[in-house]
């Protein structure tokens, strides 16, 4: 799936949001290095884990579930980059069993990774910083 292609289901109405992710996928991609984008599905909630999450990436179907639902677009941004990166760590067939427990190598490098991309993303547009909740 190309970048320019992708449509934030259930927010089509709010262009804001569009227009961030339209920013916001491109350049997490370059960071990653990624030539593409596993299948996204954005949720009300994602509840098919034993714990509470905001996002979850299935690597077996390579596809990555985001909850919209009272977050700030910039929170939801972070957590695709989370998910982009446990992405990248399969494609590069880094994953395994225990990769999303707390306090993994994969899961902590998920999380430092979000955090860069998201310096990097704010840096170049503060202006959604002010963006209201979904």
């Given at each position: ?47 098919e884990t034993d714990q509470p ?82």
């Open positions: 799936m190309r970048a320019s292609q992708f449509i934030v289901e259930g927010a089509q109405e709010n262009a804001n949001v569009v227009e961030m992710f339209k920013k916001f996928l491109p350049l997490a991609m370059k960071i990653l290095e990624l030539d593409s984008l596993p299948k996204m599905e954005f949720v009300t909630k994602v509840d999450t905001f996002g979850l990436y299935s690597n077996g179907d390579r596809v990555l579930k985001v909850a919209l639902t009272n977050r700030h677009p910039n929170d939801i941004l972070r957590t695709v980059a989370h998910e982009l990166t446990h992405y990248k760590q399969d494609i590069n067939n880094e994953l395994n069993n225990d990769s999303g427990d707390t306090g993994s190598d994969h899961e902590n490098e998920a999380n430092a990774t979000a955090g860069v991309i998201m310096r990097h993303f704010n840096k170049l547009y503060p202006e959604y910083l002010r963006s209201r909740p979904l």
